[in-house]
């Protein structure tokens, strides 16, 4: 698939990075760390940064991780710029209050995530061109319907997908804080929707839901895992399965993720 | 710092010094890490009694409770507050509140049975590491009303999303990264959904109090989360051995 070749293409080598710790403090400045009374306790900054090891080997597996979500982000922010754009597709008050404030984040995800991969010296990958209908077999902007249903699938793989790349951030707290600030508003966002849809927030078992096409399947698939860190979860709490996997969102993995996003990206 | 766990990552994580400890800790435990993965049923020091402890109002004593340090220590913050949180919820559905509808109903039963899952689970893999049962005070809530209830399930919520995302930074293993991460996005799932049966205005489900210009939520320390839930915890919290970076 096109996609894949096209992130890969943007993975950079090692000796570029040149001033690395300026980077990391452009980062910083990104993200306003230190600035607002909510992360004034978080010890991040030029005393932190001193402290960390300055090594530039990890950057470009954060910078893969970046331009992955920055994909998903053009897709999500594509998707609904143009769904509230539709004219008499998303009902006036409550609905397109939802659906307005889900925009403007998934817009400002695409606008972070740009500056966070440039200020480690990256260079953002190119917005692909989506196909949302998937060559005709859905009508998302005509169908409000439809429209709740790829938005259902979408956050829901968001929230999977960002969980999937936490363990390659790892190295770089600053881009590691930022993506799960992303990852649990996919979350918000997820819960919302699906219960405009009229389901629950939360994902139990491996069932995509009421009303969700077969082909939203894989969105779902193994969210029904009560294995966590080794422990059975049913050997030691009362609470039956379908809760334990309710408390549990599970990760894709980037494959899976593409493979799921590429149904809607015609050329990247 | 990125790395599998391994048992023997674990004998510098657990913050054992001597020599005969650690042979008995790997002895006694290395089967059960090998068989569970990350399980931590470890030989960390019984915590001993402690000068500070509380009394609460009946003048019974609660005693403080060291968290720990390195991983142990940041699964022990989270499990306090998923005892926190699963306390409450067990209350909630104790004792409905007045009114309530029966989606509402719902939705009371599952978020307890999530948190008491989180609960459940963090315990088990904290193993002899885990820190007391906590004991709790609820009296600034009043469980019969519908607005009190669902302001402090909003506030309990909202504090857990903070709590975590500002947690996954100071972890060292991705193992339990991935779990913190798994458990997060559920905690937002709940925000979400007890904001949007609270709150009149519909943006309130990620409202601008709580995301950010550049669409980021929050992200506490464990020192700010921690005071913040001291109203709450009857037990002196001790958190100063804790990772910050």
């Known amino acids: 698939m096109k996609i894949f070749e096209v992130l890969n293409k943007y993975d950079i080598k090692t000796e570029e990075l040149e001033s690395f710790t300026s980077r990391r403090e452009a980062f910083k400045k990104l993200t306003n760390f230190g600035k607002s009374v909510a992360f004034a306790a978080i010890p991040v900054g030029i005393l932190a940064a001193s402290t960390q090891k300055v090594s530039a080997a990890h950057i470009p597996t954060v910078l893969n991780v970046l331009n992955f979500a920055l994909t998903l982000e053009y897709l999500e922010g594509e998707y609904y710029t143009m769904g509230i754009n539709s004219p008499n597709l998303i009902p006036a008050g409550k609905d397109r209050a939802i659906f307005e404030t889900i925009e403007k984040h998934e817009v400002d995800h695409v606008a972070f995530l740009k500056k966070a991969i440039m200020s480690y010296g990256g260079t953002p990958v190119a917005k692909p061109t989506f196909d949302f209908t998937v060559g005709g ?28 790349q936490a363990g390659n951030l790892i190295a770089e707290n600053d881009a590691l804080t930022a993506a799960l600030q992303i990852h649990s508003v996919e979350a918000r966002h997820a819960s919302e929707v699906r219960r405009l849809r009229g389901l629950k927030g939360w994902i139990t078992q491996a069932e995509r839901g009421a009303g969700m096409p077969e082909v939203t ?6 969210e029904d895992n009560l294995i966590q860190g080794g422990v059975n979860v049913t050997t030691v709490t009362p609470i039956g399965s379908d809760g334990i996997t309710e408390a549990f969102d599970e990760p894709l993995t980037r494959d899976e993720v593409l493979t799921i996003a590429g149904l809607f990206i015609v050329a990247a | 710092m990125s790395k599998q766990t391994t048992s023997e990552d674990l004998v510098p994580m657990l913050g054992l010094q001597k020599v005969g400890d650690r042979r008995n800790f790997l002895k006694f435990s290395g089967a059960a890490i090998a068989s569970t993965g990350i399980l931590l049923s470890g030989c960390q020091e019984v915590f001993e009694e402690l000068p500070n402890a509380r009394k609460t109002g009946k003048g019974q004593e609660v005693r403080a409770v060291p968290l720990g340090k390195g991983d142990i220590g940041i699964l022990n913050y989270a499990y306090a507050l998923e005892q926190l949180e699963a306390a409450f919820y067990l209350m909630v559905v104790a004792n409905m509140y007045a009114g309530i509808s029966p989606s509402e109903k719902v939705m009371m039963e599952d978020i307890k049975n999530h948190e008491v899952a989180h609960r459940d689970f963090l315990k088990a893999a904290l193993g002899k590491n885990a820190i007391i049962d906590l004991s709790f005070d609820f009296s600034s809530v009043n469980f019969n009303e519908r607005s009190s209830v ?13 709590a975590y995302n500002g947690a996954g930074q100071l972890l060292e293993s991705a193992d339990y ?10 905690e937002a799932r709940h925000a979400a959904a007890i904001r949007s049966i609270l709150d009149a205005d519909p943006r309130s489900f990620a409202g601008a109090d709580v995301i950010d210009a550049n669409g980021l939520d929050r992200a506490f320390s464990p020192t700010m989360v921690l005071e913040m839930a001291a109203p709450f915890i009857t037990n002196k919290i001790i958190a100063n051995q804790l990772p910050t970076s």
């Open chain 1, 137 to 164: 077999a859905f009508s998302p902007f005509t169908n409000y319907e439809q429209f709740l249903i790829l938005a259902q699938a979408f956050e829901d793989t968001g929230v999977r997908a960002y969980k999937g």
């Open chain 1, 217 to 222: 399947q894989a969105v779902y698939n193994g």
């Open chain 2, 150 to 162: 669902l302001a402090t399930a909003k506030t309990f919520e909202d504090l857990g999303v903070a």
């Open chain 2, 177 to 186: 990264l991935l779990i913190a991460g798994k458990i997060v996005s559920v």
